[in-house]
């Protein structure tokens, strides 16, 4: 059985809008990430998240020149350029970056069924779709990369969330940007079994 990871970078003030937020991902996180994103099964992502991350990496991970990119940057677009993709979109009636489409109806189905196949785990992230694979008490693990910035505005963190979630920390890591990466497993802490 294979869990389910939401991992997102946020601001102090729980923003997760990486636009004129203060959110500048270095060289450490970016292979942070690619090694979260090479350690996963597959990714499931909303139609914004994969177009998002499809136009910037894509054309990367090809070789296409972009005046924005370090060489650094260069390995994490091949990790997601290469990783199996979900995507979960109405609109949408092809896509084709090593990614298959998941209908909305058929969310909690299709997201229930991956998880039950063997394996290690499932990665999310985005804004609107982790929140309702929250509300669908699906996401087993939680990963916030929290940045030193105050945005002040913009999308926060599971935001419309109709209920508390209770958390465990299992464990964090400091970066030298000083962004804290925090992990937490779904659920409140167990009592010690004797």
Same mark, same amino acid.
């Given at each position: 059985?294979?869990?389910?990871? @939401?991992?997102?970078?946020? =601001? $102090? *003030?729980?923003?997760?809008?990486? &636009?004129?937020?203060?959110?500048?991902? %270095?060289? +450490?996180?970016?292979?942070?990430?690619?090694?979260?994103?090479?350690?996963?099964?597959?990714?499931?992502?909303?139609?914004?998240?994969?177009?998002?991350?499809?136009?910037?990496?894509?054309?990367?991970?090809?070789?296409?020149?972009?005046?924005?990119?370090?060489?650094?940057?260069?390995?994490?677009?091949?990790?997601?350029?290469?990783?199996?993709? @979900?995507?979960?979109?109405? =609109? $949408? *009636?092809?896509?084709?970056?090593? &990614?298959?489409?998941?209908?909305?109806? %058929?969310? +909690?189905?299709?997201?229930?069924?991956?998880?039950?196949?063997?394996?290690?785990?499932?990665?999310?992230?985005?804004?609107?779709?982790?929140?309702?694979?929250?509300?669908?008490?699906?996401?087993?693990?939680?990963?916030?990369?929290?940045?030193?910035?105050?945005?002040?505005?913009?999308?926060?963190?599971?935001?419309?969330?109709?209920?508390?979630?209770?958390?465990?920390?299992?464990?964090?890591?400091?970066?030298?940007?000083? &962004?804290?990466?925090?992990?937490?497993?779904?659920?409140?802490?167990?009592?010690?079994?004797?």
């Amino acid at each position: 059985m294979r869990s389910l990871l @939401y991992s997102i970078n946020v =601001t $102090l *003030d729980g923003c997760v809008d990486h &636009a004129g937020s203060g959110v500048i991902p %270095d060289q +450490e996180l970016h292979e942070r990430s690619a090694e979260t994103i090479a350690a996963a099964d597959a990714l499931i992502f909303g139609r914004i998240t994969y177009q998002m991350m499809e136009e910037a990496w894509r054309p990367v991970a090809a070789g296409e020149p972009a005046d924005w990119v370090e060489d650094w940057m260069r390995p994490f677009a091949r990790t997601i350029d290469g990783a199996k993709k @979900y995507v979960v979109t109405q =609109t $949408l *009636d092809r896509v084709d970056w090593n &990614a298959e489409i998941i209908r909305p109806a %058929d969310l +909690e189905a299709s997201v229930r069924k991956l998880k039950a196949q063997a394996g290690g785990r499932l990665h999310t992230g985005g804004v609107r779709l982790p929140l309702t694979l929250v509300q669908l008490g699906l996401v087993d693990e939680f990963e916030f990369v929290v940045h030193p910035a105050v945005a002040g505005r913009g999308p926060r963190l599971l935001d419309g969330l109709p209920a508390p979630v209770p958390l465990t920390l299992m464990g964090r890591t400091d970066y030298a940007s000083g &962004a804290v990466a925090l992990r937490y497993a779904a659920g409140p802490p167990r009592a010690p079994t004797s």
